[in-house]
């Protein structure tokens, strides 16, 4: 809110200076001119381009503006990341949509480090839409607007739909072909086939005994149900952090999670899964009734704590859920 507040202010100094002769219709080729001058049509803004060129209402184009810190030394992955999935809907943009309804753009705060301040941003990166109050495309509240950053808005395809939806126009990013995950699944392919025959060839498979196969299946059912696939689909960040700036573990919906997530539930999952196994397989065997006594307890009570933190991590994740064991 107080960023909005800031834009509002920064949007009256943009309408004097439009009232002034200031701003004109020279503020789109200006823009323009910055796009041509980027690789991927994504205009660089310093303070003086972002207040007479995108803040003013009364102009008849929008523009898309990313507030970031790419320099290497602030070591903001976030804003490396939107950076990228900008640059593809902006090379889309200019290749397939009209370059005078709207204008994608970038301010740096080594650019505008100033303005930063006074507009209090003390998060980055943030994405902004600053429509047009003008003209044919003109929209009816054209006052700027933030764009949550999420994980659908943080890939080409989810950005052009969000912000086609907000605009009315259909975006196409422009997202190049990997042909390196094509390459790496062949040469997997073809790993895993000499892998097979060599292990078919000259390994006899009877011989890796029960225990083996059974360690291997419930790590593998272990990777799966940890939510391993979800992390190689999505890419999400390793770990996050709260507004205080503590670790956090995990996010408390059940629409996202951090990579660290899979790792912790994978971990007492296996807990969980060895204590059955001791308590089933091995505790029967021993000889001693006070021994088995004591084994049978510390491995349950392992198990109901284990259980517990699996259960309060699914309520973290699930806060409808009304049931808890021992933990909250």
């Not at 006074?118 to 998060?123: N, R």
Request: hydrophobic content about 50%; some cysteine; overall charge positive.
């Amino acid at each position: 809110m107080r960023l909005l507040a800031a834009l509002g202010a920064l949007s009256f100094a943009g309408q004097l200076l439009l009232s002034c002769g200031i701003v004109g219709a020279q503020s789109l080729s200006e823009l323009q001119i910055l796009v041509k001058k980027d690789s991927d049509s994504l205009a660089r803004l310093d303070i003086d381009t972002f207040v007479k060129n995108v803040v003013p209402e009364s102009k008849s184009y929008a523009v898309v503006v990313q507030l970031t810190a790419l320099s290497p030394k602030y070591k903001c992955e976030p804003c490396i990341k939107l950076d990228k999935t900008l640059r593809a809907v902006a090379r889309g943009w200019n290749r397939h949509g009209d370059k005078d309804r709207i204008i994608f753009a970038s301010m740096d705060v080594d650019d505008g480090e100033e303005l930063f301040h006074k507009m209090k941003i003390e998060q980055i990166p943030r994405l902004m839409v600053f429509p047009a109050g003008a003209g044919p495309h003109a929209l009816a509240n054209a006052s700027p607007r933030e764009m949550t950053i999420k994980e659908e808005t943080m890939t080409p395809v989810g950005m052009s739909a969000k912000l086609g939806l907000l605009l009315g126009v259909e975006i196409k990013p422009d997202v190049p072909v990997d042909y390196s995950k094509y390459l790496k699944s062949i040469l997997a392919v073809q790993a895993a086939g000499v892998g097979a025959y060599l292990a078919y060839k000259f390994v006899n498979l009877r011989m890796l005994g029960r225990n083996l196969w059974a360690i291997a299946t419930i790590m593998f059912v272990l990777l799966m149900t940890s939510g391993f696939m979800w992390n190689k689909i999505n890419d999400p960040p390793y770990m996050g952090q709260t507004k205080s700036g503590e670790v956090a573990l995990f996010v408390p919906t059940n629409n996202q999670q951090f990579a660290v997530e899979t790792q912790i539930v994978a971990v007492t999952y296996a807990v969980c899964a060895l204590c059955i196994v001791i308590l089933v397989r091995h505790a029967p065997k021993i000889q001693s009734a006070d021994q088995r006594t004591f084994v049978t307890l510390v491995f349950v009570l392992v198990l109901m704590l284990m259980f517990s933190y699996l259960n309060s991590v699914f309520r973290l994740k699930m806060p409808g859920y009304p049931f808890k064991l021992l933990l909250e």
